[in-house]
C-alpha cells in the first residue's frame, strides 16, 4: 500500500466528485490483503479495511504494448497487396492522412515509411462517451501495411518478389486491392483492366510460393527420422506427436495446393494439433483474404448497393434497381462473384474519392458523398475497410466508460475475462477476481451505470467468461 500510496497525488473527495458510477467507489473489507481493481471511469484503484486510494490510469500503462493488445501480437498487421497501378498505395496515404486528421484524439503513429496505424470507427463510442460524460474518446486500433506491387513470377523473385513475399508473411490478414475503373492516363502492368486476371494472377502467386516453402518443408520432415529414431526412447510422446501431426498436415496443404484451392477455405479441416504445426511457415493462402473493389468515383454507390445486397439475391441488376440504384459495373460483379467462391468479403472503394475526403471537414465529406449518392459513410470507402477488416481478423471490442475517458479495447474472439483485463495491463489478469459486465444496448437504454444496476442488468463474471461483442466492463483484481 505505501508504495501505491507514494504515486498518488489524489484526495477522496477530488476522485468521487462527479463520478457517476459512484456504486464502483465502495470500499472493500479485505483484512489484511489490499484489493484492486480498475473502474469503468479509468482509474487504477486500490482499497484496503479503511481507507481508498487512487492512481491515474495512465501510470499503469507505462509497460503495456501497443495498441493495448498484450493478448495480441503487439503489431497485428494487415498488408495491402495488389498488382502496380492499382490504387493501393493511393488508398494507404488515403487512411495515413486521415488518421493525422484524427490525432486530437487518437495517438497516430507511422512506425516506418509504408506503415500506419488507424482507428476503427465505432459509433458506440459517442454514445457510451454521452452516457459517461467522458471527457475523451479513446478509439481501437489497427495497423496497415502497403506492401510493394506484386508481379506474375513473384514467387520466383521477379520484381523483387521474394522480399514483398517476405512482407506479406508477417501479416495477420491480406486486403487485396482490384482495380475495377477504366483511365487510360494509368497504365495498367497487363495492359488492360481485368479483376478476375489480376485476382488469379496475385492468387498464383501465393499459392506457388507457398506451395514451394510446404515441398521444402516436407523433404526436412522426411529427413528426419533416421535421427529421431536414435533419440526416440528418450523423446516425448508430446514430440513425437507434434512431428506427425506436421507430416499429416503438409501432405494435406500440398494437395490442396496442387488443386489451387488456399489453404484459409480447408484450414477448419485441420486438428488444433495439425494448425498449431503449421503456423510458423506463416503460410500466404492461410491468411484471411479481404478484396477491395477499387472503382471510380461515379461508380462507387452503385457498387456499394451492390456489394451490400445479400449474395444469396437472384438477381443483384434487380436489387439495386428496387432501391433506385443503377447496375453495378462488370468488374465489380466479377469481383464479387470471384470472392463469393472463396467465401470472403469484398468493399467498395474509391480510392480518387478518398484522397479527395482526407482534405474535407466531416460536414464537407457527408455532402461531396452524398453527391455521388452515396447515403451512408459506413458502407463503402476507409470506413468500411477498416471494419471489414477488423472483422476479418476475428477481433471483438469491449468498452471501459467514465468521466476521464471512453476507450475501445481489442480482444480476439473467445477471449475469456482474466485475458481482456490483461489487455489493460497485466496486472489485473494476474490478480483478477471478477468482471462485473454490462451490456452496451443495455447501458445506453438504462442511461447510466447506477440505473443498470438498480435494474439488475449488471452481471458479476467469472473466470470463465468468454468477453461478448460490446460488453462494458469494471475489472476488480487483488495483486
Request: with cysteine; charged share 25%.
Amino acid at each position: 500500500m505505501r508504495r501505491v500510496e507514494k504515486r498518488c497525488s489524489c484526495t477522496r473527495q477530488a476522485i468521487t466528485a462527479g463520478n457517476p458510477f459512484s456504486s464502483a467507489m465502495t470500499p472493500v473489507n479485505t483484512g489484511n490483503d489490499p484489493a484492486a481493481f480498475i473502474g469503468v471511469h479509468g482509474f487504477l484503484r486500490s482499497t484496503s479495511r479503511h481507507r481508498l486510494v487512487h492512481t491515474p490510469l495512465r501510470v499503469a500503462h507505462r509497460h503495456r504494448v501497443a495498441f493495448g493488445c498484450r493478448g495480441l501480437r503487439s503489431k497485428l498487421q494487415t498488408g495491402l497487396v495488389g498488382l502496380p497501378n492499382v490504387g493501393k498505395s493511393t488508398l494507404f496515404n488515403a487512411l495515413c492522412e486521415q488518421a493525422q486528421a484524427q490525432a486530437a484524439n487518437f495517438p497516430f503513429c507511422t512506425v516506418e515509411p509504408n506503415v500506419g496505424v488507424v482507428a476503427v470507427p465505432d459509433a458506440r463510442l459517442d454514445e457510451l462517451a454521452r452516457v459517461g460524460r467522458s471527457a475523451r474518446i479513446v478509439p481501437t486500433a489497427l495497423e496497415f501495411v502497403d506492401i510493394a506491387g506484386l508481379v506474375a513470377g513473384a514467387s520466383r523473385g521477379e520484381g523483387l518478389g521474394n522480399q514483398f513475399l517476405s512482407n506479406i508473411r508477417q501479416c495477420d490478414a491480406v486486403v487485396h486491392v482490384v482495380r475495377c475503373f477504366q483511365d487510360d492516363q494509368i497504365v495498367h502492368v497487363a495492359g488492360s483492366v481485368d479483376p478476375v486476371r489480376d485476382m488469379e494472377t496475385i492468387g498464383l502467386e501465393l499459392a506457388l510460393a507457398d506451395a514451394a516453402q510446404v515441398e521444402r518443408r516436407r523433404q526436412r520432415s522426411a529427413r528426419r527420422p533416421a535421427a529421431a529414431a536414435v533419440a526416440s526412447a528418450g523423446g516425448s510422446a508430446g514430440a513425437r506427436l507434434m512431428e506427425e501431426a506436421e507430416r499429416s498436415a503438409l501432405d494435406r496443404v500440398a494437395e490442396w495446393l496442387d488443386a489451387a484451392v488456399p489453404v484459409r477455405q480447408r484450414w477448419s479441416e485441420l486438428s488444433s494439433e495439425e494448425q498449431r504445426s503449421l503456423q510458423p511457415l506463416g503460410l500466404l493462402t492461410a491468411k484471411p483474404m479481404l478484396y477491395a473493389a477499387n472503382v471510380a468515383d461515379v461508380e462507387l454507390a452503385d457498387a456499394a448497393a451492390a456489394l451490400n445486397t445479400s449474395p444469396s439475391s437472384s438477381s443483384t441488376t434487380a436489387a439495386a434497381a428496387a432501391e433506385g440504384m443503377g447496375a453495378p459495373s462488370p468488374q465489380v460483379e466479377a469481383v464479387r462473384a470471384y470472392a463469393a467462391r472463396e467465401g470472403a468479403r469484398v468493399v467498395a472503394v474509391s480510392a480518387q474519392v478518398e484522397s479527395e475526403l482526407a482534405e474535407l471537414t466531416p460536414d464537407e465529406r457527408r455532402e461531396y458523398l452524398e453527391s455521388l449518392g452515396v447515403c451512408d459513410m459506413d458502407t463503402v470507402g476507409l470506413r468500411a475497410l477498416i471494419r471489414a477488416t477488423y472483422d476479418t481478423l476475428a477481433l471483438r471490442t469491449y468498452f471501459t466508460c467514465g468521466p476521464e475517458e471512453t476507450r475501445a479495447w481489442t480482444i480476439r474472439r473467445g477471449t475469456r475475462a482474466p485475458q481482456a483485463a490483461g489487455v489493460i495491463h497485466s496486472d489485473f489478469e494476474r490478480g483478477f477476481i471478477r468482471a462485473e459486465t454490462v451490456g452496451y444496448a443495455q447501458l445506453i437504454d438504462a442511461g447510466s451505470l447506477a440505473t443498470a444496476r438498480e435494474r439488475g442488468l449488471v452481471r458479476s463474471e467469472g473466470k470463465e467468461y468468454v468477453v461478448q461483442e460490446g460488453d462494458v466492463m469494471l475489472f476488480r483484481f487483488n495483486v
